[in-house]
């Protein structure tokens, strides 16, 4: 008896800190959503915006408990889950806003739809991360001119997209570049080559409208836990997105 009354109580504690921790989580969503939003004393002009679109590495928000993803984090950091990075975001640097665009399974036939109504009339900054899905549904296994296409689209779009620069991320490895932890029905090997192909049309067009930001390599040096579902971020890999976004958003900022 007295261990099943001990069991209750210690029950009983861990209910009230979990709600405890609940009700923190919601406190700093809301204050987070504040800095969303342009400043009523403030002209749209003088707050510095920051656009994502693209797919989960960006939308990830639905993987985690706390509903976190990396352009709310890059804005203002959440300094309950992530104290590290307090003092660190855009919004301690200069009045910022984040106007979220990317989706969830987003492909670079989707960007377009996205951006539209794009209008901004002060310095901002734009996020992209697409290819992923793409590979996912087709170019994993590409062996004509998929990625060529995937290419010329990519390249149309961020040729009429308005707002510069462009941040461009590339596509990362949840293999962490192991070919036995290939959970495609595609060979590791043909798979491991579009991505790199992928990578490489990336590369090659970030300079043209911004700069490229290499989620690639900066995953390489993870592990299992920045991800859920076997590919998309988790909520450590969330942080860990916005961690290599983050210095090119506040150099972008500073100018």
Not at 157 to 172: A, S
Request: net charge positive.
């Amino acid at each position: 008896m007295l261990f099943r009354t001990t069991a209750r109580k210690d029950g009983l504690e861990s209910v009230k800190r979990r709600r405890c921790l609940q009700t923190l989580a919601a406190g700093a969503a809301i204050m987070s959503l504040g800095a969303w939003r342009t400043p009523d004393s403030m002209s749209s002009s003088s707050v510095f915006t920051v656009l994502t679109l693209g797919d989960s590495i960006l939308d990830c928000g639905r993987y985690n408990e706390y509903g976190v993803h990396p352009g709310q984090l890059i804005v203002r950091n959440d300094d309950y889950l992530f104290p590290d990075f307090k003092g660190r975001d855009l919004s301690s640097f200069v009045p910022a806003q984040l106007d979220h665009r990317a989706r969830d399974g987003g492909q670079v036939d989707d960007l377009p739809q996205q951006a539209r109504g794009v209008s901004v009339t002060g310095s901002a900054v734009a996020l992209v991360t697409v290819g992923g899905n793409d590979l996912l549904v087709s170019l994993a296994a590409d062996r004509g001119g998929g990625i060529a296409r995937f290419r010329q689209r990519l390249d149309a779009f961020l040729h009429t997209f308005p707002v510069r620069p462009v941040l461009l991320g590339n596509v990362y490895d949840p293999t962490f570049g192991d070919d036995s932890r290939n959970f495609l029905a595609v060979d590791a090997r043909i798979a491991r080559a579009n991505l790199n192909r992928i990578n490489a049309v990336i590369a090659e067009l970030a300079p043209r409208y911004g700069r490229l930001v290499d989620v690639h390599r900066h995953f390489l040096g993870g592990d299992s836990s920045w991800f859920t579902g076997t590919i998309e971020p988790s909520l450590r890999g969330a942080s860990e997105v916005r961690a290599v976004f983050l210095p090119a958003v506040l150099k972008a900022a500073r100018k």
